[in-house]
């Protein structure tokens, strides 16, 4: 046979194979990469038979030993990123670290967190002609070509491809995540498959895609700790530590979101008919919905029974997914009393004969004029129109221009005074103190896990949503606009002196160039108090509770036990209210004709050229 010669069939039982054999066979047909021998499962047709064909006929001893050149395979370029470089993934592996410490301290010893090290870095493979441009498009930074000493490489490392002729190639190629980068505007034709991903050439495309293999590991081991989680003994700690991480796992979703202008009557998720009747029964105090699967009522001397018969006969779709809980007392707030998170004075005295302090939450200014610039902060700081406003310095900073208490707001705007403006930096930070675009989030908190607020009291926390809708009768009996109630994690959210913070979140796209703006606190330490004895002290307070019990065969929803955690308001300290700042910002427009605009038009591609990350590029040789 011309290039070939017949070797002769060797006793069944003296055949061997030596991997080093094997791997000869499959180098030749360009199935495994040259440079590290690695065994790829190859899916092109052609080459893949043709190789099994041989290795089959060299595993019974008989072969033709091919001269003619192998099938190249494009080779594969590494580089190796610092986190930082991906923001997302950053903040939720921070996320699921900080939760991890809080785990292990608990002693769960089912849940395997040996997974996390503090010092990570990400491995991305390229094929194709990768120049600095393409570069560009996963990080601003190139990256190492050799592994960086001392750490330790993340275990989902993608592939991506820059060149739609390779794609025979990139199937070839073994990776938990093969993404093809196709020039062009995408055709419906250009479907994902299981094996490759494509997208545009389009950074923030890209970077979804990069950012959804490095969560893949940590979606999946969060997932198995839910599980573990499940069958462990019910307390408190348990119970947080399940919502913290169902809170996390809301993080984990992208969603492409086109703001929109704020509007008053945004639609909410409870029931227009509830709400109504539940305004109108005179022994219920508040309401909303508690958790993920909850809707809480607190009550005093009502029928119960009574109550949850004619709500679950109103509206038994709603009642379906948020089970019914009924809780004697109501909820009362402890009100807190130049930059965001600086402290924020008014020189009226309360009745301890102190001024009234809280935290200037942030700066704005006018849509259509930057140089007017305002200090959001809260209403029962300053109540009054004209009242003057000082820093922690004494320092007068200007006078209230606009305060509300309406549509369960807790606001005010300071017009900062033309001399001190110099002095007023609008700049937004988030929970790393790190400057970036601010916007305000007009939307449903129902997906809305993990939230952050920078105050004068307690600096920088983080805690969960708890409660996405709530509604308080003793605050506006005529009002039927909700508040939100966030929990702490791991301690309190707010103190005293944290009034007018705003709350915050991180957006859920890769890049992370801005954050979301929800809201302001205005109370904390939420506690229920006993209706029967509103002037006992805190200490004093009896809670009762009572849940629906023998009703639930028939009011059943997926609860979990980060509802149960919710269920009974036993740490109240850790729980603040909060009101959304939309509503705010819209009362001030309809009042002053004005619009007043957070600081977005911040120059930044992504949080990673806030800093210098020269230590983890190549080194100039």
Wanted: some cysteine; glycine content about 6%.
């Amino acid at each position: 046979m011309a290039g070939a010669m017949l070797v002769q069939q060797m006793p069944r039982h003296t055949c061997t194979i030596s991997r080093s054999e094997d791997l000869n066979v499959r180098r030749r047909y360009g199935l495994v990469e040259q440079d590290t021998g690695e065994f790829f499962d190859g899916t092109t047709e052609s080459r893949k038979a043709q190789s099994e064909n041989l290795y089959e006929q060299r595993r019974r001893g008989y072969a033709e030993q091919d001269t003619s050149e192998a099938v190249p395979i494009e080779p594969i370029q590494h580089r190796f990123y610092k986190p930082e470089q991906f923001p997302r993934f950053q903040y939720i592996y921070n996320q699921i670290m900080d939760c991890k410490s809080r785990i292990e301290k608990a002693g769960i010893g089912r849940i395997q967190t040996h997974q996390m090290s503090e010092n990570v870095n990400i491995k991305i493979g390229t094929i194709g002609d990768f120049t600095d441009k393409k570069c560009n498009l996963i990080s601003k930074r190139k990256g190492r070509k050799t592994t960086p000493n001392g750490t330790t490489i993340w275990e989902a490392q993608p592939l991506v491809c820059f060149s739609e002729s390779l794609k025979d190639d990139l199937c070839l190629q073994h990776a938990c995540h093969k993404i093809l980068i196709k020039s062009g505007t995408l055709s419906d034709t250009d479907q994902t498959d299981d094996s490759v991903i494509i997208v545009g050439h389009n950074k923030e495309q890209i970077k979804n895609a990069i950012t959804t293999c490095l969560e893949e590991p940590l979606h999946q081991m969060l997932q198995k700790w839910l599980e573990v989680l499940k069958n462990e003994p019910s307390n408190d700690t348990t119970s947080e530590l399940f919502a913290e991480i169902e809170a996390i796992g809301k993080q984990m979703e992208f969603i492409n979101r086109k703001y929109t202008t704020p509007n008053l009557n945004s639609k909410s998720l409870v029931p227009d008919d509830v709400k109504e009747y539940l305004f109108r029964m005179p022994g219920v105090h508040s309401f909303g919905i508690w958790g993920s699967s909850s809707f809480k009522i607190f009550v005093n001397k009502t029928d119960e029974k009574s109550l949850w018969d004619d709500l679950t006969k109103m509206n038994p779709t709603f009642f379906n997914k948020y089970k019914i809980e009924i809780e004697n007392g109501k909820l009362q707030d402890k009100l807190t009393h130049l930059m965001q998170g600086d402290e924020i004075q008014a020189k009226t005295p309360n009745d301890d004969q102190k001024c009234h302090t809280g935290t200037l939450g942030g700066i704005v200014t006018k849509a259509n004029d930057k140089s007017k610039k305002f200090a959001l902060t809260c209403n029962h700081l300053f109540p009054i129109v004209g009242e003057r406003a000082y820093n922690e310095n004494l320092e007068d900073i200007g006078a209230c221009l606009f305060t509300t208490d309406k549509n369960s707001c807790d606001f005010a705007a300071i017009e900062i005074k033309k001399s001190f403006s110099e002095k007023c930096d609008e700049t937004f930070q988030n929970e790393d103190r790190k400057i970036i675009n601010a916007r305000v989030f007009p939307e449903s908190l129902t997906n809305v896990g993990i939230v952050h607020k920078i105050g004068a009291a307690t600096k920088v926390t983080k805690g969960r949503v708890l409660s996405s809708e709530y509604y308080d009768k003793l605050f506006d009996d005529n009002n039927r606009e909700h508040v939100f109630l966030v929990k702490g994690i791991p301690g309190n959210f707010s103190k005293e002196g944290d009034s007018g913070s705003l709350v915050f979140t991180r957006s859920k796209d890769a890049q992370q160039t801005c954050v979301d703006v929800l809201g302001m606190v205005y109370g904390n330490k939420v506690t229920v108090y006993d209706d029967d004895d509103d002037d006992d002290d805190d200490d004093d307070v009896k809670r009762k509770s009572k849940n629906k019990d023998d009703h639930e065969s028939s009011n059943t929803s997926p609860s979990s036990k980060g509802d149960n955690a919710a269920s009974n308001v036993n740490e109240s300290e850790n729980i603040s209210s909060c009101y959304r700042i939309h509503t705010a910002l819209e009362l001030f427009k309809q009042n002053q004709r004005e619009e007043l605009k957070l600081k977005d038009d911040l120059l930044l591609s992504s949080p990673e050229t806030s800093e210098s990350d020269d230590c983890n590029e190549e080194t100039p040789q």
